[in-house]
């Protein structure tokens, strides 16, 4: 029986009637809004690669039927899915003319999410979740083949460094990062440089090829006590594949962290949030001789005046942390310069920093 012939045999009168050509009515418009649920598609997708931390590139797309609130999360593939571009910038916005678009770290395969308002994202997951407990439509799509990335290496203190080309999130703000900051001079010292160019800001990171392990780890330092407020000079290990939220980090960090006022060097045993992880003092002007001798269940931290320890060398500061000291695994060195928050009031001229040597002993 048709719609209209249902209406006219039905007995009840004319609110009956009214009422039956209202549910009729209700019932098409759900099937119509049914068949037109969100759709979700990657419109640049970036190229495929193994992943890590050296590289990002853009990846944006179209969303059709969104919904006020909702956004988008990003995922890159290596080996297991990353939320992107950051641990701290998880979401992407759909624009008025319902296009988004974001950095990413590199993968083999790309994902991006229409999640409802409210969802949470897992970091790192095995298997992209399904349509259906916050997540409204899914697209999913291979890296583009592409030209091997051949990463910018110095050579510092006898060892190969790797150059960060890719932004990070270091610090709690993503940062950029230009190749062009890091370079060694004729006498083999690194260089690492902040400086504007074209109105955007960049900082500079190097790290080791291969894991060193348990051992003493020294960097000799030329005067840090010139570095603006929000500027951070980082010397630390760090493991890029590490499941662990703090990725076996040990820290030496020269900063005053924004506040002019505040004690410029401290010694960490992520994360920095645990208060007996963190010790503070004032670094002095002048060459600076930092290090941490790390074994097992334990890491001493120590800085001398000048480049040279010896039984003549001045000690500056001295702290040996037992509790949280990670085990050695696939962790690598790493020395960095970046802006903590982007403070850029106080970094009106470029900042710069001067690396003597580096130095391992196991």
Request: glycine share 8%; hydrophobic share 40%; proline share 7%.
């Amino acid at each position: 029986m048709s719609g209209i012939a249902a209406i006219l045999s039905f007995p009840r009168g004319r609110a009956s009637i009214v009422l039956l050509i209202t549910s009729l009515s209700l019932a098409g418009c759900n099937a119509r809004r049914s068949s037109h649920s969100p759709s979700l598609q990657i419109t640049r997708v970036p190229p495929a690669s193994a992943g890590g931390p050296a590289r990002l590139d853009y990846i944006e797309g179209k969303v059709t039927g969104a919904a006020p609130g909702q956004q988008i999360v990003l995922y890159a593939r290596s080996d297991v899915w990353w939320v992107q571009p950051f641990a701290n910038q998880i979401f992407t916005k759909v624009q008025p003319d319902s296009t988004w678009k974001n950095a990413t770290h590199l993968g083999t395969d790309y994902a991006a999410l229409l999640v409802e308002p409210g969802y949470r994202p897992a970091l790192k997951i095995a298997t992209l979740p399904k349509v259906g407990n916050g997540v409204v439509a899914l697209s999913v799509a291979e890296g583009k083949a592409s030209a091997p990335i051949i990463a910018k290496t110095i050579h510092f203190s006898g060892y190969d460094w790797v150059v960060r080309a890719a932004g990070s999130d270091r610090g709690g703000q993503p940062n950029d990062y230009d190749p062009a900051n890091a370079w060694t001079d004729d006498k083999g010292y690194l260089h690492l440089r902040m400086q504007e160019h074209n109105g955007q800001w960049s900082c500079a990171e190097v790290w080791l090829k291969h894991s060193l392990g348990f051992g003493t780890y020294r960097f000799v330092v030329q005067d840090s006590a010139h570095l603006p407020p929000s500027a951070v000079l980082g010397m630390f290990t760090f493991d890029d594949t590490s499941a662990d939220a703090v990725h076996d980090e040990l820290d030496i960090e020269i900063s005053r962290w924004g506040n002019a006022k505040g004690k410029n060097a401290q010694y960490v045993v992520q994360p920095y949030y645990v208060p007996e992880n963190v010790t503070r003092f004032e670094a002095p002007a002048g060459v600076l001789s930092h290090m941490f001798r790390w074994e097992p269940g334990n890491v001493t931290f120590r800085t001398f005046r000048g480049s040279e320890i010896g039984p003549g060398a001045r000690s500056v500061n001295e702290h040996v942390f037992t509790s949280g000291v990670p085990a050695s695994a696939s962790e690598t060195i790493h020395i960095d310069l970046y802006d903590y928050h982007h403070a850029s009031t106080s970094l009106q001229q470029p900042s710069e920093v001067v690396i003597e040597k580096f130095e391992f002993l196991p």
